[in-house]
């Protein structure tokens, strides 16, 4: 793409301006130039390729250079502190000045407050004061000062201290020495310092104020108070251990995180994204507001290998949002419509911006699953982004780009489309069987057979990208005479796929672990990456091979470093996002949040949703997305299991997760921080908080789907077979359109009141026709609790009994709350309830659990000895609560029959007016 030599009329930034925009937030906004900038280049060169070793298995193979998981973590975040005190300068505004000299003071005072039995502290305001005097320094944007070569040094150090004194420290831990003390509070200070340096404010403020709970517990108010923990307590919990900032999110960034940010970052530099814009184009750019649709799916795609809302807004946006313009989007609709389609890369398989490999070890459940409950939801928001693109376009009467080809007749087009299907689904029968032969047939040689037959296929597809023109970016600003054909465009770029088809077998079939998946999809990039370019040019008969193969090496080595600097701000976020987490699993402020909840919202489940997904918001803002989720995560969604069980709502884990991540990624998107709004605004020259308030408008979908899926688990395709799955996804998607068009306030022609409250009636009747069923129907008959062995006798087996127990909690505090009881088989209740593993006590009128077995299913369901039973629960036979589709279906025929009335009856161009 062209650069522009300054700005535009409307106010658009030049590619340079956007460029050191992605760079500030996430790569690093100084790079300096000479040996200082090679030095740079060369640690995050190193950092990959420690990435690259530590998830291979080559240490394993020659019994050397095998590094545990905290020693690994360790090396991670030195990396990531010493190369964000390089690459970020100190200040970027008076506020952030202000922040850097304060937090240093403040934490000072605290850990002296928190310091008991006779520590020293003399070197606590030492530590303090060196922070403050290197933030008011300050340092210039194209070299890095001497005091911050000392800050980045002494980081580094303070994280290596793990590894270096590994078995010293194991065998002290919960006794740190004065040596402990040091190093955890200088680490602790400048890991906030470079937080605040690479992520701006927000996450360092709420590290922060967790740390100041964890001394302040007893002066807190009564509802939130705890006793307090020391300094000793603090070290040892939050640097000493892995409680803390060498915790699981931590954990996850060393393991799996880089490697998959390394991938995005290879497959970019050997120009995936371009092919993806290209493709989008090609394809959707001739309908109806064609850029618009194009930018939802390209966005789509990138949003595949992107951890990063901001990048993909401006990487994507740069040619998307001029477009959009061109064709009649104002600036904010065009920087919206981009808006919405990047925050929504973060919640697609397989990487959802980093949270997938975290939830993975926060749910407990394998990474096939994490991506199989998250992947109708994302798909069904993308479509009906594309959706409302189209209902905008119809509302202003745009059109699409011109085509460079006749389109051919509906007919051939449609058996084209069919017989493609029809080849990607007998090569994937095939390829999927194939390898199912290869692998006992050949045994060990296994992997080379299906490497050389990968390597066959690249070879075989290079020399189709070979027969057709390179794709080139042309500038967005210039006229568009015509869209690229779709055809070529697909050929040159087929072989960017099969890294993808590398991860995603590794990941989905052969079940490898995401860290080892990853490193074997990014091996492959880089075999791509040096063989490209000198393929292409063998191909096409260019002599220029040997600067081809530079050129290659200098694509990969690019790339390398590329991926290292993409990962300083998410290392960094792990890290400090870990502080909270500690400070949570320490002080018990989980517990007292979920009381806090409680009593806002007086026990109403939808109040408690409603609270915590605005707490999401609140806490996501100016948050990436991987902090952003280790917060939200640790804080609220026990909230929501918690005050759900006690209200009767029983969900399964891994949707309150995705419950809590929808709505923290959604302050990307939400004035006053949104801070891709303000990256889209710097792209289109529109007004960021009006670019905000339309994408946030944009986004009510994606705000929607968080409720219905807690409420209806078929969403998630829990507990639905292949054939169940693809129905839950048409009606989900017919659903979300009428959603769309409701609240877009246009269907076929512009809504009615009445209409649109039919629209949103008709659209929550598909997502949950239990809802209405169960009003007309009910699923539960109460029974006397005193007769619980006969209800149970009466339950068929894999059915299961909904229990309203009163017992109390670890801490001694009374509570109630709902427990499912599996009923398995047996000729008798006893039987049957004796399998679940409880044994029954009945006093007079009263039921009691007087025992439960150890690790049976009535002890994972929570039931404890001594709990009152209060209230049984019999599943009963209820109608399909299909039924329900048939009113809705005949309401939404006679919209649709009015609305068309209504346009044959409206002249042409005064609709277009409308």
Known sequence: MQDTTDHSKDGQLTQEELDELVAASDTGGRSPSGPIGTFIMLVALAWSLFQLWFASPIPFMVGFGVFNDTEARSIHLAFAIFLAFCAYPAVRSRGQLVLGITVPVVLGILFMIGAKDGVST??????????????????????????????????????????????????????????????????????????????????????????????????????????????????????????????????????????????????????????????????????????????????????????????????????????????????????????????????????????????????????????????????????????????????????????????????????GIAFAV??????????????????????????????????????????????????????????????????????????????????????????????????????????????????????????????????????????????????????????????????????????ALADVVEVLSGGNILAILFLTAILSLILGMGLPTTANYIVVSALLAPVIVTLGQQNGLIVPLIAVHLFVFYFGIMADVTPPVGLASFAAAAVSGGDPIRTGLVAFFYSLRTAALPFLFIFNTELLLIGVGWVQGIFVFIVATVAMLLFAAATQGFFFARNRIWETVALLLIAFTFFRPGFWMDMVSPPYSEEDP?????????????????????????????????????????????????AAGILLREEGDQMFIDDVAFDSPAAKAGFDWDQEVLQVLRPVDQPSKYLMFLPALLVLALIIWMQRRRVAATPRSDAAAA
Not at 194 to 221: C, E, H, Q
Not at 787 to 816: F, H, N, W, Y
Request: hydrophobic fraction near 55%.
């Open 122 to 415: 003399w070197w606590i305001p030492v530590i303090s004061l060196l922070m403050v005097a290197a933030v008011i320094l300050g340092s210039p944007h194209d070299k890095i000062a001497p005091w911050e070569w000392l800050l980045a040094i002494a980081g580094a150090g303070c994280a290596l201290y793990l590894y270096v004194f590994y078995r010293e420290i194991s065998g002290r831990v919960g006794a740190p020495i004065p040596q402990d003390f040091v190093v955890a509070v200088a680490g602790l200070m400048l890991l906030l310092e470079a937080t605040r340096r690479s992520l701006g404010p927000a996450l360092m403020i709420v590290a922060s104020v967790f740390l100041a709970y964890t001394f302040l517990g007893p002066n807190m108010p009564s509802i939130i108070a705890h006793k307090g923990n020391s300094l000793s307590e603090v070290v040892n919990h939050q640097w000493i251990t892995t409680e803390g900032v060498f915790g699981i999110a931590l954990g996850v960034s060393t393991s799996f995180v880089f490697l998959f940010v390394l991938f995005g970052s290879l497959l970019d530099k050997a120009g995936a994204g371009n092919y993806f814009i290209q493709v989008a184009f090609s394809l959707m750019g001739h309908l109806r507001g064609g850029p618009a649709k194009a930018a939802v799916v390209s966005s789509a795609m990138t949003g595949l290998i992107s951890g990063s809302s901001i990048a993909n807004v401006v990487t994507t946006g740069t040619f998307t949002i001029p477009l959009m313009k061109r064709v009649g989007f104002s600036s904010e609709k065009a920087g919206a419509v981009e808006v919405a389609s990047s925050v929504n890369g973060q919640i697609m398989p397989p990487v959802m911006g980093a949270a997938a490999f975290l939830m993975v070890e926060y749910v407990g459940i394998p990474y096939f699953d994490v991506v199989k409950h998250a992947f109708l939801p994302a798909v069904i928001s993308y479509i009906a982004l594309v959706y409302i693109v189209h209902l905008e376009a119809m509302k202003a009467g745009l059109e699409g780009l011109p085509r460079a080809y006749e389109p051919k007749p509906i007919l051939q087009r449609l058996i």
């Open 422 to 591: 029809a080849v990607i689904c007998a090569l994937s029968f095939g390829v999927y069987y194939g390898m199912g032969w290869i692998r006992p047939t050949f045994g060990a040689a296994a992997p080379y057979i299906i490497f050389a037959i990968l390597t066959a296929v690249y070879v075989g597809l290079l020399y189709v990208a070979s027969r057709e023109e390179p794709l080139e970016l042309d500038d967005p600003n210039e006229p568009v005479t015509a869209l690229p054909l779709p055809g070529p465009t697909v050929r040159s770029g087929l072989h960017f796929l099969l890294p993808v088809v590398v991860l995603v077998w590794a990941l989905m079939v052969d079940r490898l672990s995401p860290g080892l998946s990853a490193f074997w999809a990014a091996a492959y990039m880089i075999f791509i990456l040096v063989t490209q370019r000198p393929l292409l040019a063998l191909f096409r008969g260019d002599m220029s091979f040997g600067a081809d193969v530079m050129e290659g090496m200098r694509d990969l080595l690019e790339g390398l470093v590329a991926g290292a600097r993409n990962m300083i701000g998410i290392g960094i976020a792990t890290a400090t996002a870990g502080i909270i987490v500690g400070v949570v699993s320490q002080t018990g402020v989980g517990s």
């Open 786 to 834: 005193v007769e619980l062995v006969q209800t149970a006798a009466d339950t068929p087996a894999g059915s299961d009994l909904r229990i309203r127990v009163a017992g109390v909690d670890d801490v001694g505090e009374p509570i109630e709350f709902v427990a499912i009881l599996p009923i398995s088989d047996g000729a008798t209740g006893e039987e049957k309830i004796d």
